[in-house]
């Protein structure tokens, strides 16, 4: 009896009829529920060009993403069709074959039975400078528990890049450092190395108002801290500019830091921003927030062609 | 600017030479004394009229000998006053109430609605307001006002009005010319202005006088009673959530006047027993729990005549939600401990009014106001074991302050001009938010000390405002309202200026029928920084900065006035709105608390609001009220560089509904039995829904079909407000049953909302449930209703 009178089920019983009793289904049919084509294709320079089709799936349906297998797809490179050696794998997997260089321009047509046609166009921008590196580490090793050759490592990196930022145009970056990471592989019962991207921390007011927010979207941490870190040169154009990050490692031991700094296109910085942004919003922030707004520079579809040249230091 | 200020006042004293005999004076109510606003002088002979301003007074200059004046008010008995013109006249008329419907009652109605060179302008009778049947019978103005066309209410339930595509920060709420800024009690359900109190009610939604300003959208000017000057009266209610008073009467007869009601709710009351029982149940002997929600508020007033010439009016309105809970554990001698919670928000706003008249044609009114929002949490913990104490006390503050004097004159120079000039100096002080920390212990004599302020710093800024307006009627069928409005708005080093012209004209095609035409320019220095459709405590006012800058609204609309044979008034009018530096707030944007970095999360963009409003309005009989209906088209457009939102796309704005529909009808059947019943029609609020889900993955991944939750799936958003509810639709009724006691007269309301039970879309939500039929998971969309069918009943004595 005492049970009865407790708050929490006097509360949950009067949720259950008030939340119950006013509840109604949305019902859906005809256009609303259509899919549309998606394009993601991060074309980057000296590296083949490749580009994965799925389908957009309705959100009230629970089925997997749907592929694209029997698309029609032709590439336009600095203005002029290129009869390339295109390969289908039968996946939405697409080799376009063709490798873009620095100042490319790239278009990308994709036609389907069902669908129609959709494209997108980008550029490859010119590779980042770098013109100094380097690491301090402050990391303790452990021995006890692995062979000699593998140790045990527990610290932080923190590396210093200096980048030099061409004036003419704004310019957009995207930062990761990925660690080797020795992994026990029980297939063939020996150590495997795998580059891991790493979450990296960046310390630097120039680039980012630490104090406040995201300018494109109310995300607070990500500019600075994440996997990826996306800044532009709006504070730094022309400049020739110093940035600090650091890591902190743990596990085991396979070798040093590799730094990738991307120029990448507006459009690609757009959708990595957006994607992030989506990433971080919960639950609870949903119902408060306004909806984020994923990129798209895809005419007749969603995604990205958004183009990317890297520029990568083995840190020592 | 100066210039056109000089030239002004030159016109007006100019023409003020050719004047000859003024007639001014007071019309008021027989039985009560109250000043009656909006009551029309008018002298038959020469065919020129005059309306009382908000203090009850007219003048009226004439250049004939003779005249033979018709003072009438809707609802009141019309009276003819002949007068001869040798010298300036005083003439102060008492109407007495008139239940009946005559030709003479008729004539003052249609002589406002039809002349009058105001257009976008609603008077909502104050006994119509209280006929309305709404939420648990608690009469609301602002939801009789939701009922208009061109204001629309946001979500179901709340107070929110949104004005001809404006927002809802963009409404000046007026109480007895005092801005009022958090208009609303329980997140929105109920709003601060207790009809009881209330006397005049009157709506601009554009084609504003150039004596308003500050925000874009709409002026709801609220006048409160002045109390009976000749004899006592009040009254009690009792209704399912509240409890209200009001008593009026002389303090001097017909001299000086007070009026005080009151309002408070008693959920917190009701749910002590619950609490104890509980307790209890629980076997919680050594612990006492507290807990509840409340709010009140009071208004007084009192007035003074000094004599015919010079009144004094003094008002007060306090209103205050709390919410509070308490805990005490007393475990023994040694043992204890003691958690409070408060948390209070609400306004005061005080008033001192000044009315003179200088000469017969000049009218002065001084103000001198104070206002306050404020909105305070405060949390505290004390916790003794043996010789260790320790005691956590947290606090949250945030508000507004206003501090203004403001200085209104009336000028009638000849019997075509009504001219008004004055100015009005505010001072805010912006409270953004300031949290407190103060951590101490005490452990055997060892104490520990930790005491921190944290937060933005407090704001000042400075509006200055100068206007002048004429009321001009040029010949029989044109008359003109044009003025310009000067503001200045001074916030740290930035400095903003705005000249706003107003005009608006009427052509009276015929005794009943007239075409009305304005165009108002207005400009706004306040943000409401809001994340949800409720209005919560949480809600920021923020001033504009040097980064983000005044929005701006220009608003052209022109309709038709008709009165339809004696008994009802039409109109039909059209708008259109642009609006710039609105704000939006960014993707993922959220103030749930905090106004940290407020700037970074907004975006300026434009917007534009066009629509057509049609309203057929009775207001004298036995049957009243109106049918009103608006098409209307509300759009945004962010595109400027840095301010982007849905691509730079044009969207549609939150609440625009293109067919609003709304039916009100009140009928006495006798003295001792009336009833209402109103319908609204709306078509469904925006929201904006992710209807795709993408995989932004450049690789196939390895996924599984139960792995639903563990995907790459991205949700994508087509467009802001890309999704639109169903729509909304409700019928309420309301019985009122008076019977007439020896002492003063009952009033029993009975009155359900949403009779048919119709379930209305307050938001909906993905539900997500496992179907064991198919092994899957089943998506579906819901909408969630709050307010099914909901009977109520409320008891009131008057005397």
Known sequence: MKKIFSPIYLTALLLTFVLTSCEKVIEFDGDETESYMVMISKPESDTPWKVRLTESRFFLYGDTIATI????????????????????????????????????????????????????????PHKPIISQASCTYDTTHYTEYYPDTVQSINGDITVKLTLEDPAEETNYYMLRMRMPSINYNYTTESYDTIWRYTHINVNDNVLFDMDATNELFDIGSQDYYGTQILFTDERINGQTHTITFNTSIYGLEAGHPLVEVFSISRDRYLYEKSLQAAGEQDMFINLISEPVQIHSNVTGGLGILGGSAVTKIKID | MKKELILLLLLVVATGAWAQHTVSGTITDAKTGETLIGATVYDTISRKGAATNQHGRFTLTLKESSAVLRISYVGYETQYHPIELDKNQRLDVALKGSVTLNEVVITGERVQHVESSQVSRIELPVEQVKAVPVIFGETDVIKVVQLLPGVQSGSEGMSGMYVRGGGPDENLFLLDGVPMYNVNHLGGFFSAFNSDAVKNISLYKGSFPAHFSSRLSSVLDITTNNGNDKEYHGGVGIGLISAKFNVEGPIIKEKTTFSISGRRTYGDALLQPVLALVTAAEGMGEEKINAGYYFYDLNAKITHKFNDRSRLYASYYMGDDALYARYRYNYNSIEKDYMRLGYNWGNIVGSLRWNYELTPKLFMNITGAYTRYRNDLSLSEESVYRNYTETYTMGFKSGIQDATVRADFDYAPTPDHAVKFGGQFLHHIFTPETSNLKISENDAGDPYNYDTIIGQSIVHANEMMLYAEDDWRINDWLKINAGLNFTGFQVQSTFYPSLQPRLSGRILINDRLSAKVGYAYMTQYLHLLSNTSLSLPTDLWVPVTARIKPMTSQQVAAGFFYNLLDIMDLSVEGYYKHMDNLLEYRDGASFWGTSQGWENKVCMGRGWAYGVEFLAQKNIGALTGWLGYTWSHTDRKFDREGNILNGGRTFPAKYDRRHDVSLVLSYKFNDHIDASVSWVFSSGNTATLAMQNIDPSEEPTERYDYDYYYNNDVPYVSSRNNFRMPNYHRMDVSVNFHKKLRRGQRTINVSIYNVYNHQNPYMVYVNSEWSYRTNNQVLTLKQLSIFPILPSISYNWKF
């Open chain 1, 69 to 124: 297998k029997d698309a029609s797809v032709s590439i336009e490179v600095n203005g002029r069709t290129l009869n390339s050696n295109i390969t289908n794998h039968g996946n939405g997997m697409y080799d376009l074959g063709y490798t873009p260089q620095q100042g490319d321009s790239l278009t990308l047509h994709v036609t389907t039975p069902n669908k129609g046609t959709m494209m997108a166009g980008c550029r490859i």
